[in-house]
């Protein structure tokens, strides 16, 4: 894969750069996607595990379905992809990661000033006095939901359901943040899920040069800059060896 020189150069004179992540940067983790051919949602639906009224129904399943993905991050480890955004973070005087993940890989791989849209499936917190749980021994050696230290009330794990709101103020950075880069890469996510999915356009409607990689044409395709059809292991890397080339 040719990296486009105008790419090149969009990159030499960013000050401010965004990288917008979803479910496809961790995919060469060994981590599912939830949309595509082995998508999560093909085979359960959400509406039965990610949401409220389910966890309400039927704490313990939802609470089970939790631990097993806990445990799939658990034994994965960050891929080419989360850390070569952490090494082009520091070329940059202004970067940030806005992720739909909540597998916290971005985290591990180095990553800084991170903002996560749909919370973080290392932290859990009380229903009722919203106490937050986040030890990974408490994670892990509960079989059935937890109770509340405090007050008796369910924990659960800190991710966004369908129906919630993101959590308070994360959207409105990742916006500002969107709004002055320069640059935005869309990495691994299908943006079909609003709002994380106006983040783009945010840094498009002001001006960044949009860059998308993805195994496949999505929704945003025709209204990036410069579309990059592979693996985001084997993308990035790529870019930032030529961008090491043509800034030496
Ligand atoms: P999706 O599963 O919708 O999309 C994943 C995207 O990654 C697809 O466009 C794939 O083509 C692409 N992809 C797969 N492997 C890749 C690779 N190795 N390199 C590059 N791209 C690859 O995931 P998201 O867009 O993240 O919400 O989904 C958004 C939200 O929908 C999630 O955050 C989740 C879900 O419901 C909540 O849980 C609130
Ligand atoms: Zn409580």
Do not use: K, R
């Given at each position: 894969m040719n990296i486009p020189n105008k790419l090149l150069a969009e990159l030499k004179r960013a000050k401010s750069i965004l990288f917008f992540t979803g479910a496809g940067i961790s995919a060469e983790s060994g981590i599912s996607t939830f949309r595509g051919e082995h998508g999560i949602w093909n085979k359960l639906k959400p509406e039965e595990l990610a949401n409220f009224d389910a966890f309400m129904k039927n704490p313990d399943m939802v609470w089970e379905w939790y631990q097993y993905r806990r445990q799939i991050v658990d034994d994965s480890e960050p891929n080419p992809g989360h850390i070569t955004i952490a090494e082009m973070q520091?070329?940059?005087?202004n970067s940030t990661v806005v992720t739909q993940?909540?597998?916290?890989l971005h985290g591990r791989a180095g990553s800084k000033n991170i903002l996560e849209?749909?919370?973080?499936?290392?932290r859990n917190f009380c229903i009722d006095c919203k106490t937050y749980y986040n030890s990974r021994e408490f994670q892990f050696a509960e079989k059935h939901v937890p109770k509340c230290e405090k007050c008796g009330g369910l924990v659960r794990p800190d991710v966004v359901w369908f129906g919630e709101m993101l959590p308070a103020g994360v959207f409105e950075e990742a916006e500002r943040k969107a709004s002055e880069s320069d640059i935005c890469f869309i990495v691994?996510?299908?943006?079909?899920?609003?709002p994380a999915a106006y983040i783009p356009i945010s840094a498009k409607q002001n001006g960044a040069y949009l860059v998308e990689i993805n195994i496949e044409l999505t929704n945003i395709s025709d209204s990036v800059d410069c579309c990059l059809i592979g693996k985001a292991g084997e993308i990035l890397p790529r870019i930032m060896e030529e961008y090491l080339t043509a800034i030496k």
């Open positions: 520091n070329h940059f005087e993940n909540v597998d916290n849209l749909h919370g973080n499936i290392e691994g996510t299908s943006a079909v899920v609003y």
